[in-house]
């Protein structure tokens, strides 16, 4: 039963967004040992994918209150789990792999992880690029486009980022995985960002630093000087801005598995498919 625990939290887990795919290898099975004990697992399995306050959760699973929540916290700090704030109490939450858990692991990263990652990486790729909404979009060089009539307003970036409440950065885990695969690249390292929920549950959890507005927009003009790619998350409300590099980021090297020399064409190509939706 021990065993049959990741079976089944693997089944759970790809009922989520993106979904999580099962391999001929096993590999899936592997990262859900690595960050999920038994008991973890099973609890993840009774949460929602949605933010639920204790006090329901433990009326449900028919738990203590005091001894649930320190079990969720703790699995949160993990980042195997989600936590929002609304005001004094904090909600819990089962999340997908990507993105979500994957890059809740920013601080425990290790090249055992890596690996299995990457090993996976083609599996939950495939997932990513069938879904009918992307979990990320692109947005054009702001320098670049001008004010035109032609611009969507959406695609104007700062004035989005102006809007938030909370504001944090954090290293890419794209480009820190690489770093631990002994590929590391020049771009920018402490440069993707988080807003309001998003940016608390990374500074509660020590994966980031909470800024300004006034430092994230500076960010903001780093990336583009530096030639990065800005990928916020698909969402009604803003909640990160990915700064990527074709090097390191997962999804361009998805596209490129087996290529020595991506087009630049392509790449744009690759952005425009994968993650533009909505609105031109």
Request: a negative charge; one cysteine or more; proline letters at 4%.
């Amino acid at each position: 039963m021990r065993e049959d625990v990741y079976t089944r939290l693997r089944e759970f887990m790809d009922k989520l967004p993106v979904g999580y795919p099962e391999t001929p290898t096993g590999v899936e099975i592997k990262i859900l040992k690595k960050l999920w004990t038994p008991d973890e697992a099973e609890l993840t399995m009774k949460l929602k994918n949605e933010p639920e306050e204790i006090s329901v959760i433990a009326k449900r699973v028919g738990m203590d209150e005091a001894e649930l929540a320190e079990k969720l916290e703790a699995m949160a700090q993990k980042g195997i789990i989600y936590r929002v704030r609304s005001g004094d109490k904090k909600l819990y939450q089962a999340f997908q792999f990507v993105v979500g858990v994957y890059e809740f692991q920013l601080k425990n990263l290790d090249k055992e992880f890596c690996e299995l990652f990457e090993e996976y990486l083609p599996y939950i790729g495939m997932n990513m690029m069938a879904a009918s909404t992307r979990q990320m979009r692109v947005v054009p060089v702001e320098s670049a486009v001008g004010t035109g009539k032609g611009v969507a307003p959406y695609n104007q970036i700062r004035d989005v980022v102006k809007q938030q409440k909370v504001f944090s950065v954090q290293h890419c885990i794209c480009r820190k995985e690489q770093t631990l695969l002994d590929k590391k690249c020049d771009y920018p390292s402490e440069i993707c960002l988080g807003f309001n929920d998003f940016a608390q549950y990374y500074i509660d959890n020590n994966m980031a630093r909470e800024i300004t507005a006034d430092e994230c927009l500076k960010l903001l003009d780093k990336a583009e000087e530096a030639g990065l790619v800005l990928s916020p998350s698909n969402t009604q409300e803003l909640s990160a801005i990915c700064c990527c590099c074709s090097c390191c980021c997962f999804c361009y090297r998805h596209m490129y598995r087996g290529s020595h020399r991506p087009d630049p064409i392509s790449v744009c190509t690759f952005y425009k498919n994968y993650f533009l939706v909505g609105k031109n």
